[in-house]
Nanobody
C-alpha cells in the first residue's frame, strides 16, 4: 500500500539547518509529485515546497525561497527538504505528501492524496 515516512525533524536554533527525509513506497515515485506541507499550531496547513519527480521541477512558497531546497534521489527512492537559515516561524509539523494528480504539483493541501505521519520541527533559542 502507499506509504510515506518522514524523518529528520528536531529542535534547532534560529539560523540553523535541518534536512528532512521522505521515504515513499507502494507507488512509482517517478509518476508523481511530492510536496512538503507544514502545519503550525493554530494555523492551517501550508504547502511549503513541491517537486515533480519525473523532471525535477520545483516550486516554493515565498516565505522559504532562498532558504529551503527540495530535491529527490530516484536511485534511493527518497525526497529531501534541506532547510537553512531557519526562523522561529518555521516551527511546525512537516508532512510529505503525494500529489493527487500524476506529474503535477499543487499549491493547496487538498491536492495531495497520501500523507506521512509528520515530523516536528522546532526553531527556538
Amino acid at each position: 500500500q502507499v506509504q510515506l515516512v518522514e524523518s529528520g525533524g528536531g529542535l534547532v536554533r534560529p539560523g540553523g539547518s535541518l534536512r528532512l527525509s521522505c521515504a515513499p513506497s507502494g507507488f512509482t515515485l517517478n509518476y508523481y509529485a511530492i510536496g512538503w506541507v507544514r502545519q503550525a499550531p493554530g494555523k492551517e496547513r501550508e504547502v511549503v515546497s513541491c517537486i515533480v519527480s519525473s523532471d525535477g521541477t520545483t516550486n516554493y512558497t515565498d516565505s522559504v525561497k532562498g532558504r529551503f531546497t527540495i530535491y529527490r534521489d530516484i536511485t534511493k527512492n527518497m525526497v529531501y527538504l534541506q532547510m537553512n537559515s531557519l526562523k522561529p516561524e518555521d516551527t511546525a509539523v512537516y508532512y510529505c505528501a503525494r500529489s493527487g494528480v500524476p506529474y503535477r504539483c499543487s499549491g493547496s493541501p487538498v491536492g495531495y492524496d497520501y500523507w506521512g505521519q509528520g515530523t516536528q520541527v522546532t526553531v527556538s533559542s
